[in-house]
């Protein structure tokens, strides 16, 4: 089992950075991929960006060059760096880590945390 804790969403006016970490703890050593998602009221759930366990970064079209995804394999944590936040970047952020094959081990999933950016 592996449990997932957010932090660092908050209150940023356009144009600010904000980062985002995300804490696993249990049976990390089952961690593979991790992803950070988020969704906005009465929008679908988006996957932002990824991160595989060997550094290899996937970035939704709508955050490449402004969003940085990283992780700390030693210390368990993701990152989501975000620069130059825009309005539409305001949702609820989530951890995801995969545990290998989703029918042996459901995927692990963060609580959320809020991002405002006020314009």
């Known amino acids: 089992q592996v449990q997932l804790v957010e932090s660092g969403g908050g209150l940023v006016q356009a144009g600010g950075s904000l980062r985002l970490s995300c804490v696993a703890s249990?049976?990390?050593?089952?961690?593979?991929?991790m992803a950070w998602y988020r969704q906005a009221p009465g929008k679908q759930r988006e996957r932002v960006a990824t991160i595989g366990s060997g550094g290899h970064t996937n970035y939704a079209d709508s955050v490449k060059g402004r969003f940085t995804i990283s992780r700390d394999n030693h210390a368990n944590t993701l990152y989501l760096q975000m620069n130059s936040l825009k309005p539409e970047d305001t949702a609820v952020y989530y951890c995801?880590?995969?545990?290998?094959?989703?029918?042996?081990?459901?995927?692990?999933w963060g609580q959320g945390t809020q991002v405002t950016v006020s314009s």
């Open positions: 249990g049976s990390t050593l089952t961690i593979n991929v």
């Open positions: 995801y880590a995969n545990l290998g094959d989703p029918l042996v081990r459901p995927p692990s």
